[in-house]
């Protein structure tokens, strides 16, 4: 079964601080890779996404990080918010249109 | 513009009854997939369907199944409700088929007793 290994399983960072959540891969027919941020009571919104062929993209706080050869990606939150305080899913999708989700980091931002 | 819209945001269900969920796309969206989660698995992705046709389907039983209208709206049915079925259930809409840009409704709370 594909994978996606998601880290940490909750996180807690001070206000202005950084946030890093990391995901690994097993499957190197992935080639796209989207971020979701849920509220409780919602359900998950696009953040963020990358492909494989560039190794970092930026939207205004948050970035992702690529390492193909790794097989890793990660995300982080710049000058976190307590408003950032929520789940994040990273996901990847592979060219065959299959999607797996990591198991999701829940994130506080301590005020 | 509308979000994606799902009914009913609960739902209490026993053992061996069945249950139909729908789901409102975005207007203008063709697609439509749906998603399961839960506190131990996380999401996992059920099935698509675009054009009123199932596109793709995950790793689920077969009591799980779906349909499109064609008017793009979609509906989930659960058939011989087990314990172990009680979760979030998620659809997203999108314009076309695949995955890169998906708008998820509040979900439809499922508790099997």
């Known amino acids: 079964q594909q994978q996606v290994k998601q880290s940490p399983q909750s996180l807690i960072v001070q206000k202005g601080g950084i946030s890093i959540i990391n995901c690994a891969y097993e499957n190197t027919a992935f080639d796209y890779f989207p971020w979701y941020q849920q509220f409780p009571g919602k359900g998950p919104a696009l953040l963020i996404a990358?492909?494989?062929?560039?190794s970092e993209k930026k939207e205004g706080r948050f970035t992702i990080s690529f390492n193909k050869s790794a097989k890793q990606f990660s995300l982080h939150i710049m000058d976190s918010q307590p408003g950032d305080s929520a789940t994040y899913f990273c996901?990847?999708?592979?060219?065959?249109?299959?999607?797996?989700f990591g198991k999701g980091t829940r994130l506080h931002i301590l005020p | 513009k509308a979000g994606v819209t799902q009914t009913p945001r609960y739902l209490i269900k026993t053992r061996g009854q069945q249950v139909t969920l729908s789901c409102s796309p975005i207007?203008?969206?063709?697609?439509v997939s749906w998603y399961q989660q839960t506190p131990g698995q996380g999401l996992q992705f059920l099935f698509e369907y675009f054009s009123e046709t199932q596109r793709n389907k995950g790793n689920f039983p077969g009591r799980f199944s779906g349909r499109q209208f064609s008017n793009s709206r979609s509906e989930m049915n659960v058939s011989t409700l087990e314990l172990g079925d009680s979760a979030l259930y998620l659809c997203?809409?999108?314009?076309?088929?695949?995955?890169?840009?998906?708008?998820f409704g509040s979900g439809t709370q499922l508790s099997v007793l």
């Open positions: 996901a990847a999708i592979s060219r065959d249109d299959k999607i797996i």
């Open positions: 990358i492909r494989p062929d560039v």
């Open positions: 207007s203008g969206h063709r697609s």
């Open positions: 997203a809409s999108s314009l076309m088929t695949g995955y890169e840009k998906l708008f």
